[in-house]
């Protein structure tokens, strides 16, 4: 999930000041948000307190069910259109996406009322971790599903680095080394060791704009349904 954090109330104030907004929508989002407490319900009742308390007055709330679903998303905003209107901006507790996905469905002014950190794990709740960079070329399958792009502070592919010590990073000095994880559970697994994983194709990661998984969904659906099939 997107990992997100607070943004400082300042530079969100800032944002409505430099508009001289005086009346504000507020939109959370109902998945990755809600998980990592920054963009639920009880996150947005505290931003209505915090602007309402600044003097700002909060025309509604929506907590999105996923607010980086662009259908969903449009839905939500025209369920709640005479808020908006009456809204001179929206601020919006959901990751980058999710706030893009708000200020495409809207014709008013959006602004971030989360930073969005990272791509990380649910450990426990309220505890994150940061598990992927999102490279485009993934070496899971040589790491026995440890990332060293992401885990390893120095984003090293082989390793260890000469730094390791006892098992433990050099950098991060509170937590086991990343590539002496992998080989622990590579061990485990009875596999063996890639000899060398060979330098990353920067260019897979590459910002691809817009990718569709609908030609290969909709040819497996002809296929199911014995369309072409002659029969
Ligand atoms: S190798 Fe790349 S895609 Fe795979 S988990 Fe690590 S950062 Fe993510
Ligand atoms: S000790 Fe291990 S995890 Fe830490 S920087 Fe070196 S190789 Fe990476």
Not at 55 to 63: A, D, H, K, P, S
Not at 94 to 111: E, H, M, N
Not at 152 to 158: E, S
Request: glycine share 12%; hydrophobic share 40%.
């Amino acid at each position: 999930m997107i990992i997100t954090k607070p943004r400082d109330w300042a530079r969100i104030k800032g944002n409505l000041e430099e508009l001289g907004a005086k009346r504000v929508f507020l939109m959370g989002c109902g998945e990755c948000a809600t998980v990592a407490h920054t963009g639920g319900h009880a996150e947005l009742m505290v931003a209505k307190s915090v602007l309402e308390g600044a003097g700002y007055e909060v025309t509604g709330l929506v907590v999105g069910a996923v607010a980086c679903h662009s259908g969903g998303t449009r839905l939500e905003m025209r369920k709640h259109q005479h808020e908006i209107d009456a809204a001179d901006a929206v601020v919006v507790l959901a990751c980058g996406a999710g706030v893009q996905t708000a200020a495409d469905a809207i014709a008013k002014p959006v602004f971030p009322g989360l930073e969005s950190a990272f791509l990380g794990n649910v450990i426990r709740n309220g505890v994150f971790e940061e598990r992927c960079m999102m490279c485009g070329d993934c070496v899971l399958d040589k790491t026995a599903g440890i990332c060293p792009v992401t885990t390893c502070p120095k984003g090293l592919l082989n390793g260890p680095c000469g730094g390791m010590w006892d098992g433990m990073c050099e950098v991060m000095t509170d937590r086991p080394c990343t590539h002496v994880k992998i080989k622990q559970r590579l061990a485990e697994q009875g596999r063996c060791r890639v000899a060398r994983i060979e330098p990353k194709d920067h260019s897979a990661k590459l910002k691809p704009g817009a990718v569709s998984m609908r030609p290969a969904r909709d040819a497996k659906k002809a296929a199911a349904s014995g369309e072409g099939s002659g029969s």
